[in-house]
């Protein structure tokens, strides 16, 4: 036995076992834009001038990659509509409201999309090998018609998402009145792996599980990057006691959100909770009101526009100090006037503002409409509201830029993306429990039916 140099012969063993499994350094984040948006449209239904106003609130622009668009009441909080079934029509017309505004404003063709939406809680676009640079979606899909065509159901049916739309819808989810909706630039689809796209929502409103308040989620991967959008719908009211329920509101999210993985993603692993992504976007009306301040106190400092002086009565800025539901979460200096409430009368005034009406409740405004994140990674570049007058609430947006971790295979082309962050709960409270009464997931895939017309496109990304 030779017994030469054990110590010299461990040395050079431990060495060469290191550098053979050392860990492998995450490549560099490539920095991105992106835009996000909140509105409670009050129950109205997309028509009219609307088209106008959401050009308006979104102000379509090429520097922007990702909208990530959260609505709530898109549906009358009356009986039969939170009890009843879901009916898909409103949020696929939203769905063509939206693509209309996106992409007719950038110049781009929008051809009539798909109508009929894939129900589905998972979908997973990939590279497709047979059409270069160009993507398609896995998802599990019910018997759904497409282009008049029956598709058999099955769990690995593939489609390539074609066209010369500028932006395609990624994912979107409704849940009563709460929506969300999630574009994305045909040229990072086509170029960068975006996959585990899925969607959860949790219904925590009457008797703790009706869906007039609750959440609706969409959890995606971009390269090595894990997303989380939740846009949520809170409790209402302003009396002493009211934040509670929304406190606990938040709580239940946090524990019933959840993004099961399937056979399919054995050796794709995605996060399953909210908070195990990367970057979370909290957005939606929260409802969280001006604490101990009279209403008369609050319409002065309103026309002060002394935001600073009201900001010290907000509840949801206590709820980000310690102990809070949403502490550890970041939201962008408020330098905008309460967001409700207006009268629905005169969209010009808070609502209660003139003792003598009759007929209308006193409210207090209060920034009820609000984008938060959590992760690092996140630069906010502005935070405003809009003057759209179409509901009792002003619509609120948010402009980040992000790092995104791109794989070494992939193009390392800077580009960007529009988001709305969350908020995050301690680690002990987060539950891995499935979503209770979750709806059908709205998916419209918008597939274009000139494919000429997107291999043209395509030959000049």
Known sequence: MNDKNPKSSSGKFRKWFKRKHKKKQPDPYYLQDELSGTWNVAGR??????????EEWLKPQDAVDIYVLGFQEIVPLKTRTVIGAE??????????????ALNESSGCPWLTPMLNPISSDSYHYVRNPGLEKRASFSAICDNTRMRGKPITQHRHHQQAVIGGSKYKLMASKKMVGVFISVWMKEELVTKYSVSNVKVSSVACGIMGYLGNKG???VSMSIERTSFCFIAAHLASGEKQGDEGRRNHQVSEIFKR????????????????TILGHDRIFWFGDLNYRLYNLEDNLARHLIQ????????????????????GVFQGWREGNIEFAPTYKYSSSNFNRYSGGVPSRSGEKQRTPAWCDRILWYGKGVKLLSYLRSEIKFSDHRPVSALFSTQIEVNKSSNPRIFSKDTIVPNIMPPEQIGTSGNYEEGKATLLSLIEKDTEASSIHTKKL
């Open 87 to 100: 009916d898909p029509r409103k949020a696929t017309n939203w769905n063509l409201l939206i693509g209309k």
């Open 304 to 323: 002060k526009k002394d935001w600073k002086a009201l900001q010290e009565f907000d509840q949801l800025r206590r709820e980000q100090e310690d102990g």
């Open 215 to 217: 959440s609706v989620s």
């Open 45 to 54: 239904a997309p028509v009219g001038s609307l088209a106008v106003d959401l």
């Open 257 to 272: 959100t959840s993004f099961p993985r399937s056979a399919k993603d054995e050796h794709n692993l995605h996060p399953l």
